[in-house]
């Protein structure tokens, strides 16, 4: 099911999807255009498809202060994976229950957290825990790394990320020594680009293996993070991750667990993807060696996302003109050929000031980008309320 209608997915223009004019007037490109009306309206419909779990917003996903402002309503938390997201997310919201993830916590930014009132910590190493025992009372999920095969993850979150079950032991024994440690129940974010039927098996197993484990553990009424890690699918801008057979599929297996479980997961990506874009205009066109380039204004320092996945990055070319599609290679300004939006993409015919909205660029786009490569200026930022 989509969730949203067309407006979600353009921007709240009309049926061209191009932004006002009058949003943009005098603006100059390149410019990331944020839609924070849709983003309300699309993370409100995530949140009621969810039902009783609850919902945290991965900050590292976006953590523009207007779009943190923008999903404060319609969230349960804010999942913040450093000392300085933490300090940026408290400062816009102040009163949002945070949550504390990521490897590699120093002691200072634990004793931040504590500082904080940050709501969960989530312990990634046995050694993380004794650091944490040290600085005071805390409230801990630990975060797993279980053996579960996840086949079409796009990413696999193995390797550094959490415990196995051998060091889980370890903390929840070092945990009940410790009274100040309260320890609540556990994390799991495994993998990610997963859709909801795969997400909902993962799901399963983690709490099959988990609930055990806790009420062993003497830990009664368990919380278990399923994570983030929904699906956006870059070549079809028209798809939504299916929340509402996620949310039904995590109710039912909600009611098969014991009472007071609560369920909780932390997507970032699949909320914040669909209502940014980047505008930029074009520089040149040429033709080398039979590939046209169409050189735009601004670059992957700006969108690195194409980069980073190594894929084209959905757009539209605002205004344009008639005469036949042809195939063509849309770059940066960048000394670079990894300077690539997309590639041998069909495009109408393209002159230098035309303007092409990069869609899909909430996300993972200029908060991931390498700003100060070339030293060009930066984008400019419009917010549709
Ligand atoms: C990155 C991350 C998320 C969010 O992942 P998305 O793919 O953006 O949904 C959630 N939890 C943890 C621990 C993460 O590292």
Same mark, same amino acid.
């Given at each position: 099911m989509a969730l949203d209608d067309a407006r979600d997915l353009?921007?709240?223009?009309?049926?061209?999807? =191009?932004?006002?004019?009058?949003?943009?007037?005098?603006?100059?490109y390149p410019a990331y255009v944020y839609d924070l009306a849709g983003l309300a309206r699309h993370a409100t419909a995530i949140r009621s498809a969810l039902g009783g779990t609850e919902l945290l917003y991965a900050a590292k996903a976006n953590p523009d202060a207007e779009i943190l402002r923008a999903l404060a309503p319609c969230v349960d938390g804010v999942e913040v994976s450093s000392g300085g997201e933490m300090a940026h997310v408290r400062k816009a919201l102040p009163d949002v229950p945070l949550a504390f993830g990521g490897p590699g916590k120093t002691d200072e930014e634990l004793a931040r957290a504590l500082a904080l009132g940050v709501h969960r910590i989530h312990?990634?190493? $046995?050694?993380?825990?004794?650091?944490?025992?040290?600085?005071?009372?805390?409230?801990?999920?630990?975060?797993?790394?279980?053996?579960?095969?996840? $086949?079409?993850?796009?990413?696999?979150m193995s390797g550094p990320f959490g415990m196995d079950e051998h060091a889980l032991d370890e903390c929840a024994r070092r945990i009940a020594s410790?009274?100040?440690?309260?320890?609540?129940?556990?994390?799991a974010h495994l993998a990610s680009g997963l859709d909801a039927p795969a997400l909902l098996d993962v799901a399963g197993r983690i709490t099959?293996?988990?609930?055990?484990?806790?009420?062993?553990?003497?830990?009664?009424?368990?919380?278990?993070?399923?994570?983030?890690?929904?699906?956006?699918?870059y070549t079809d801008p028209t798809a939504r991750f299916d929340w509402a057979a996620y949310g039904a599929g995590l109710s039912a297996l909600s009611a098969t667990l014991p009472p007071g479980t609560r369920l909780r997961v932390e997507p970032g990506r699949a909320v914040t993807a669909y209502?940014?874009?980047?505008?930029?205009?074009?520089?040149?066109? #040429?033709?080398?060696?039979?590939?046209?380039?169409?050189? =735009?204004?601004?670059?992957?320092?700006?969108?690195?996302?194409?980069?980073? #996945?190594?894929?084209?990055?959905?757009?539209?070319?605002?205004?344009?003109?008639?005469? $036949?599609?042809? #195939?063509?290679?849309?770059?940066?300004? =960048?000394?670079t050929p990894k300077d690539v939006f997309a590639r041998d993409v069909p495009v109408p015919p393209l002159e230098p000031g035309d303007v092409i909205?990069?869609?899909?660029?909430?996300?993972?786009?200029?908060?991931?980008?390498?700003?100060?490569?070339?030293?060009?200026?930066?984008?400019?930022?419009?917010? =549709?309320r």
């Open positions: 353009t921007g709240r223009t009309g049926p061209t999807g =191009l932004p006002d004019p009058t949003d943009l007037a005098g603006a100059s312990v990634e190493s $046995p050694g993380e825990l004794t650091r944490l025992q040290h600085l005071g009372p805390a409230e801990v999920l630990l975060r797993a790394n279980l053996p579960i095969d996840v $086949p079409g993850a796009v990413l696999t410790a009274p100040h440690i309260t320890l609540w129940g556990i994390h099959a293996w988990a609930l055990p484990w806790l009420e062993a553990r003497g830990v009664t009424e368990p919380e278990i993070n399923l994570g983030g890690g929904m699906a956006v699918d209502h940014g874009r980047y505008v930029t205009d074009v520089l040149d066109v #040429k033709s080398t060696r039979g590939e046209t380039y169409v050189i =735009l204004r601004g670059g992957t320092h700006h969108l690195r996302t194409p980069a980073a #996945k190594g894929h084209d990055q959905p757009f539209e070319v605002l205004a344009p003109r008639s005469g $036949p599609a042809a #195939k063509a290679t849309l770059v940066g300004q =960048l000394c909205a990069f869609t899909m660029a909430g996300a993972y786009a200029w908060n991931i980008s390498h700003h100060d490569f070339l030293m060009h200026p930066r984008p400019a930022f419009h917010y =549709l």
